[in-house]
């Protein structure tokens, strides 16, 4: 839904964020430009490639590349074993070797591929179980007109949660407004939890209201391809907008689900999407300024140079720039070691 921020008739609610993580190179190779579309790690991928130029290498050897710990890079490693791009050396205690790009990432789309299928098919089965229990008890269905009732439910929504909020955000929004209810909550110790749409990241101002939640406490992650808007509280109470068309306000439905079979079904499914979503983040005592942050967190979401010049209103000329400057002063040669400097100060997410 996409959380009211209360961008209320449709719901915008800015709801996340979680660490950033170091950035994902740009502009160089396009193949390493999308291992983070694939599900990959941002600092996973700084590993992997770390290990293509040694060809082989065992954690302490990557700690020293990147300067993180050796744990760190064990926990790396282990994740790309099991995304299939190391392997372990026979014969060879703690020693890697990586498996060629190629082949490795053929088999790293396949198995995502699966994955959102098992989404499709979730999402079919969610709707077979709205329609079952529409059919069956009506008390726990109940369909909401226009979009001034949507946004009225949400706001119930929230101010009823006792423990968490979790919630499902894209475009479009019908309102530009914030959602002081949502501050509320989480200064009485409601936890929010959201996963957006990459495209809101790109919706005017909807960027800022999020940095502003997670500064208040919400957790944030991004994820390609959410189809729906959703919200629920204490995992009790849902609220779904029935369709993404706002543009007509008295037109505009949403389920309201109480507890059943349907409501733990979309349980179930924001979690799957919660496991396959990137955290998103804002640090504290952060030294950049204000425009620089935005840049970092956006290069950070996986955005291209065009979407993010747009996003900030700067000519693409312009973004570049800006990031040649960060090179110069965070001493990095290049975006993507701009990223893991940033990253590894607490400029943009948790150190390593």
């Not at 944030?220 to 779904?240: E, S, T």
Request: aromatic letters at 6%; proline letters at 5%.
């Amino acid at each position: 839904m996409n959380r009211c921020t209360n961008r209320g008739k449709g719901f915008r609610t800015t709801i996340w964020a979680g660490p950033l993580l170091p950035l994902a190179p740009t502009g160089q190779d396009p193949f390493m430009s999308q291992l983070t579309a694939a599900g990959i790690d941002p600092f996973d991928e700084s590993v992997y490639r770390a290990i293509l130029v040694r060809r082989t290498a065992a954690p302490a050897d990557l700690a020293d590349d990147l300067g993180c710990s050796v744990e760190r890079a064990a926990r790396a490693l282990d994740r790309l074993r099991e995304n299939g791009l190391v392997g372990r050396l026979s014969g060879q205690r703690r020693r890697y070797a990586a498996i060629e790009p190629g082949a490795a990432v053929d088999a790293l789309v396949r198995s995502r591929t699966d994955e959102l299928d098992g989404v499709r098919s979730a999402a079919g089965e969610l709707s077979r179980l709205f329609t079952a229990a529409r059919q069956g008890d009506s008390e726990q269905i109940e369909v909401v007109h226009g979009s001034e009732a949507l946004g009225r439910w949400f706001v119930t929504l929230q101010q009823e949660a006792r423990d968490e909020v979790i919630t499902l955000d894209r475009p479009p929004y019908a309102l530009t407004t914030s959602n002081p209810v949502e501050a509320t909550a989480l200064s009485r110790g409601v936890r929010y939890r959201a996963v957006y749409a990459p495209e809101a990241l790109e919706w005017p101002g909807v960027l800022g209201d999020i940095r502003e939640l997670v500064a208040h406490g919400e957790v944030a992650r991004v994820l390609p391809g959410l189809r729906i808007k959703l919200a629920i509280a204490d995992r009790r109470l849902a609220l779904m907008p029935l369709s993404l068309d706002f543009a007509a306000a008295d037109e505009v439905r949403a389920a309201v689900i109480r507890p059943s079979a349907l409501l733990d079904g979309l349980i179930d499914y924001w979690e799957l999407c919660w496991r396959e979503a990137t955290p998103l983040g804002a640090p504290a005592d952060d030294p950049l300024d204000e425009e620089d942050r935005q840049m970092l967190t956006l290069l950070v979401s996986g955005l291209k140079d065009e979407a993010i010049a747009r996003q900030l209103g700067w000519s693409v000329r312009t973004m570049r720039r800006r990031i040649s400057r960060l090179h110069g002063e965070l001493g990095a040669a290049n975006r993507f070691q701009a990223g893991v400097i940033a990253a590894r100060r607490g400029l943009i997410g948790d150190a390593p």
